[in-house]
């Protein structure tokens, strides 16, 4: 026999909803004690660039470029001159379109299969970043792209500055990734994978090539480029096929048992170990 509550005051669509609220006012309790805040006083004037990517549009430096181009309003006068200061109470507009400052948020999402991380879809259909925004009620990025059809891990954030770093190739950024392969690859061409292997747009090649102690098919592969598609060319330049991909570790981040379609704030210490490692300097945190 199936369990069904009792009816008493509380009908089941009464008690639907009274759980759906309790579990939105957790996710707003996680989502206020998982943001980093910057706190701008009243009276602080801040730089026109950090203004904008504060709002979590772009990075500073892209923000840099909407000035120079004239797309910026502060109190509905363009202005283009760096270095320009703002109060937290003037109005900036890109595009014609108001911009405020907000928190960052920083999550941490086990990608799915079948999902796509761009932030629009053309085509309409769900993005990663939709599950997430639901719940934060931030527009948030990816850092970086994983195939349709790869899993793991995925770090979204509005902190433009920081994902613009991680991406950017100088900072040599470690991403583990645990390739299902058709067939077991040799010693000798795990090695060439370490060497070098010669793709259509330039050599490439893994930092550390090495088979699954106990799935001898999956090679574990560190790679520090990110290029698309690079882990499922590298293999294929030996003639095999990457059939099942996922990523383990994103620079300090680690996928652990965080279960697939399920997603966690990062912790203060793991954006501050982020952001150093990025040289930018550490957030102050603000619990709620
Ligand atoms: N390499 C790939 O081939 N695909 C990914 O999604 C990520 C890295």
């Not at 701008?40 to 470029?65: F, H, M, P, Q, V």
């Not at 109190?75 to 907000?102: A, C, R, S």
């Not at 480029?225 to 383990?248: C, D, P």
Request: proline share 3%; aromatic share 6%; charged share 30%.
């Amino acid at each position: 026999m199936s369990y069904r509550p009792k009816l008493s005051s509380t009908s089941p669509e009464r008690f639907g909803e009274k759980e759906k609220q309790k579990k939105r006012a957790k996710a707003a309790k996680r989502v206020l004690t998982g943001k980093a805040s910057e706190t701008i006083a009243e009276n602080e004037t801040i730089r026109l660039n950090k203004y904008i990517s504060r709002s979590g549009i772009c990075s500073r430096r892209d923000a840099d470029e909407l000035i120079k181009e004239g797309k910026v309003k502060v109190n509905g006068i363009v202005v283009t001159e760096m270095g320009h200061q703002v109060l937290p109470t003037d109005k900036v507009q890109v595009n014609d379109n108001y911009v405020q400052p907000e928190n960052f948020v920083y999550v941490l999402l086990n990608k799915p299969g079948n999902t796509i991380t761009t932030t629009e879809d053309e085509k309409g259909r769900n993005t990663v970043m939709d599950l997430v925004e639901e719940y934060t009620g931030h527009r948030l990025y990816p850092v970086g792209r994983l195939d349709r059809n790869t899993t793991g891990l995925l770090l979204l954030t509005n902190d433009g500055d920081l994902a613009n770093r991680l991406m950017h190739p100088s900072y040599s950024v470690t991403k583990v990734y645990e390739a299902t392969c058709d067939r077991i690859l040799n010693d000798d061409e795990l090695k060439q994978l370490v060497k070098g292997v010669e793709l259509e747009d330039g050599i490439a090649k893994a930092v550390k090539a090495e088979r699954h102690e106990e799935v001898p098919n999956i090679v574990i592969l560190s790679v520090h480029e990110g290029r698309n598609h690079l882990v499922k060319r590298l293999i294929a330049s030996l003639g095999a096929e990457v059939i099942r991909l996922k990523r383990t570790q994103y620079a300090i981040l680690y996928i652990d048992k965080l279960r697939s379609g399920r997603w966690r704030y990062l912790k203060a210490f793991e954006v501050n170990k982020l952001r150093t490692s990025v040289k930018l300097p550490e957030m102050k945190f603000t619990k709620g």
